[in-house]
């Protein structure tokens, strides 16, 4: 009987016989409701434009508006009321008819007083969980937004850092280098860093630098005019100018001819760019992210990368860990995964059966978060139901993961010791990637709940 503001419903009776709408507002009133009248359609409208009402009990046979009329036009208010529409002359098709348009609900008269109750503790049972759902909805996108910096989702301590960094240095140009293995994300770090920055109305220009051909790097990159070379039949403006007021990604720069890397250099000096056969060099306004797979301090040492330009490039560095390395983050990236391939894929998977969870936790991640992209695709592809299982993943045991710092190597023979370190190390495991949450830990471990505290008890594990 309370809406939104704590206090009681409001409901509009609109009927064009003066006992109907003096009995039920007699009634809604005795019940508690805040009560008012109208005697037809119109009437209503003009009601309702200048009081707010949650529920509308409408007669459909009156003169001058009906109620289907007005059931029409209110439907393009906001927010629009609760329709419960009422006629002495009820069929289904005409309650069908009233439904379609909108109405939540239909009462044939005459009518007991319990049935106009019942309709409207069942609208209003209907609006709270609607606005719980929504109160509901609203926390999970505020816990998303948490996880998330773009593109990239991630829970676990080491990303969370590298979202905060991320977010911190976006709105400068400073220059940055996107360190991590193949896999890792760097290209959609570089885009989530754009996006976050004043630059992200002008265009982020991705270029592979491992990926074009050595001869044709330097004219991709600032250019080249008419005759340069040949094959240059027209002037051609580079990639630099192309990013000119947003922001240029380099990726694979450790892949960068040396003699090229001098160029780069004056450009991230001097902010200009020669094109190849110009003699004039123009400026650019361009922040640069550049990202790689490699050791780049090594290949400074080998004399395979300017010193000089890896400190220009290295005034930031964002270093994204390997995936094998935060277990943790796999369920919120395969649900990740699971709602944008439901979305292309035109599927309706709802989750992944603990055993095949387990399995890809286990599992070392070569490939890193790209690998476990294409796992839930190829998964997806295979299974037929709402989950995916065990079956459905390609996973070979010799590329599980590989122990991590810091993890109990047991050298004795016991194995009945073994089992307990193991045990313990796969419950912490467990309820780390859970975030403490004991009854998904306890499926993912396919053991039962009290089995799990009491191991819990045994182990001393206090997560």
Request: charge should be neutral; include cysteine; hydrophobic fraction near 40%.
């Amino acid at each position: 009987m309370q809406d939104d503001s704590g206090g009681p419903s409001r409901i509009l009776v609109v009927d064009d016989e003066e006992n109907m709408r003096h009995m039920l507002a007699s009634m809604l009133k005795r019940d508690g409701y805040e009560v008012t009248t109208a005697t037809d359609g119109q009437a209503a409208l003009d009601h309702l434009a200048a009081h707010a009402a949650d529920y509308v009990l409408c007669d459909i046979k009156m003169p001058g508006m009906d109620g289907m009329t007005f059931l029409k036009t209110i439907q393009s208010a906001d927010p629009a009321p609760t329709i419960i529409m009422m006629s002495a002359y009820g069929t289904i098709d005409l309650a069908v008819e009233a439904m379609r348009r909108g109405a939540y609900d239909f009462i044939s008269k005459p009518f007991k007083s319990d049935e106009v109750r019942l309709a409207i503790r069942k609208a209003e049972e209907r609006d709270r969980l609607k606005r719980e759902n929504q109160h509901y909805l609203a926390q999970i996108r505020r816990m998303e937004e948490r996880f998330r910096f773009g593109n990239l989702v991630a829970k676990s301590s080491a990303m969370r850092r590298v979202f905060e960094l991320a977010a911190k240095v976006a709105p400068y140009d400073t220059t940055l280098l996107v360190l991590g293995e193949s896999g890792t994300g760097k290209e959609l770090m570089a885009r989530a860093i754009h996006h976050a920055s004043p630059r992200s109305r002008k265009p982020l220009v991705p270029v592979n630098c491992g990926g074009i051909p050595e001869a044709l790097l330097e004219s991709e990159l600032f250019g080249h005019v008419k005759g340069a070379f040949t094959g240059a039949d027209r002037s051609r403006k580079g990639l630099f100018e192309e990013a000119h007021g947003g922001t240029i990604f380099l990726d694979e720069v450790g892949e960068m001819p040396v003699a090229l890397q001098v160029k780069l250099l004056r450009v991230l000096q001097e902010s200009e760019v020669r094109p190849v056969g110009q003699t004039q060099s123009r400026t650019v306004d361009v922040r640069v992210i550049a990202a790689t797979s490699r050791d780049l301090m090594q290949m400074v040492a080998d004399g395979t990368f300017r010193e000089d330009l890896y400190y220009r490039l290295n005034v930031v560095s964002i270093d994204l860990p390997p995936l094998r390395e935060r277990g943790e983050d796999i369920p919120l990236l395969c649900r990740h995964f699971i709602e944008q391939f439901n979305a292309s894929l035109g599927r309706a998977v709802q989750s992944i059966a603990p055993a095949a969870m387990a399995r890809l936790l286990r599992h070392g991640w070569p490939g890193n978060v790209r690998e476990l992209e294409n796992v839930i695709e190829r998964a997806m592809v295979l299974s037929d139901g709402e989950q995916l299982r065990e079956r459905h993943f390609d996973l070979p045991a010799c590329r599980a993961a590989a122990p991590r710092e810091g993890t109990f190597a047991f050298e004795g023979y016991s194995i009945k010791q073994a089992q307990r370190i193991m045990e313990k190390e796969m419950i912490i495991k467990a309820l780390t990637a859970t975030e403490g949450n004991r009854t998904h830990a306890a499926r993912l471990l396919e053991i039962s709940h009290p089995s799990l505290l009491s191991k819990m008890k045994l182990y001393g594990v206090t997560l």
